[in-house]
């Protein structure tokens, strides 16, 4: 079964950090562009940011750009997501998508890969 499987949420409290992991299951992240999305409780799913096989990255929005850090690890064949200082507001559910090639379209692009998310929570 070709899957993405996310891992690492849970529950922090305000002010601190959770890192994220994205691997594949049954294909590999190669030369394959690789984002983050989230989806809050009551909203739609947003994309956050996007990282190219070199490592470049492309931002989805602005609004969390100083605390949300994109970064891969080609060789573990892992991309991750570091959230620092997060917020009761950064509760939500995040995903990781791939795309066929190495190209990080727009938000709505043509994801081929979906993970089932993993659920971040911040509470005190």
């Known amino acids: 079964q070709l899957r993405l499987v996310e891992s690492g949420g849970g529950s922090v409290q305000p002010g601190g950090s959770i890192k994220l992991s994205c691997a594949a299951s049954?294909?590999?992240?190669?030369?394959?562009?690789v984002a983050w999305f989230r989806q809050a409780p009551g909203k739609e799913r947003t994309g956050i940011q996007c990282i190219r096989w070199a490592h470049n990255a492309r931002y989805y929005t602005d609004a969390n750009r100083e605390r949300f850090t994109i970064s891969r690890d080609n060789r573990a064949k892992t991309v991750y997501l570091l959230l620092r200082y997060v917020q009761p507001e950064d509760t939500a559910v995040y995903y990781c998508?791939?795309?066929?090639?190495?190209?990080?379209?727009?938000?709505?692009?043509?994801?081929?890969?979906w993970g089932q998310g993993t659920q971040v929570t911040v509470s005190s």
């Open positions: 998508a791939a795309m066929a090639d190495d190209n990080c379209p727009t938000e709505d692009g043509d994801w081929a890969y």
């Open positions: 049954g294909f590999t992240l190669d030369y394959r562009a």
